[in-house]
């Protein structure tokens, strides 16, 4: 059975850091592609950041360029997000998410960071 | 930016209605696209990926169409469980984008 299950999600005041992390379990972790996407409270979905399986290619949202990193280390099948300069807007749930045959077939139940002084 | 709009926003139906939910975008994606059903509180879950295919484990009565720019998720028969919201996705190009979402709610 797939399991992708994210931790790490606090609440931090503007300017701040957070580390978000994604355990996977269940089908090969270093073959697929992964994604982190949002959603803030009551809106819709946001894609974030994705890394290929080997680390060698990886894609940003404009709004999150510069200030978070998109990380895997296949040995721990686990999946990271580091966050930095975070902002109001940065608030929502944060869901990990593996492609396999579109972007986003597994995904997990998502982390909750709130950004607020 | 690949600009996704759906339509409607919101769609009252009940139980037994065929309902159909439209999703264009705003230069073509040559079929690159797929629908997620999200319950509340819950993840989105993949239902239909490359506009037709149906994912594995989702009812029949899912199906999806189109191509170009224009794009369709069908319900052929709502069951209860179906009232939700559905959102669309393209994966043609970077930043993957999604339409705003089509609230389903019974009638």
């Known amino acids: 059975e797939v399991q992708l299950v994210e931790s790490g999600g606090d609440l931090v005041q503007p300017g701040g850091s957070l580390r978000l992390s994604c355990a996977a379990s269940g089908f090969t972790f270093s073959s697929q592609s992964m994604n982190w996407v949002r959603q803030a409270p009551g809106k819709g979905l946001e894609w974030v950041a994705d890394i290929s399986g080997s680390s060698n290619t990886i894609h940003y949202a404009d709004s999150v360029m510069g200030r978070f990193t998109i990380s895997r280390d296949n040995a721990k099948n686990s999946l990271y997000l580091q966050m930095h300069s975070l902002r109001d807007e940065d608030t929502a749930v944060y869901y990990c998410a593996a492609a396999v045959l579109a972007t986003f077939d597994w995904w997990g139940q998502g982390t909750l960071v709130t950004v607020s002084s | 930016d690949i600009q996704m709009t759906q339509s409607p926003s919101t769609l009252s139906a009940s139980v037994g209605d065929r309902v159909i939910i439209t999703c264009r975008t705003s230069?073509?994606?040559?079929?690159?696209l797929a629908w997620y059903q999200q319950r509340p509180g819950t993840a989105p879950n993949l239902l239909i990926y490359k506009a037709s295919a149906l994912e594995s484990g989702v009812p029949s009565r899912f199906s999806g169409s189109g191509s170009g720019t224009e794009y369709t998720l069908t319900i052929s028969s709502l069951q209860p469980n179906d009232f939700a919201t559905y959102y669309c996705?393209?994966?043609?190009?970077?930043?993957?984008?999604f339409g705003q979402g089509t609230k389903l709610e019974i009638k």
């Open positions: 230069q073509s994606i040559s079929s690159w």
């Open positions: 996705q393209q994966y043609y190009s970077y930043p993957y984008t």
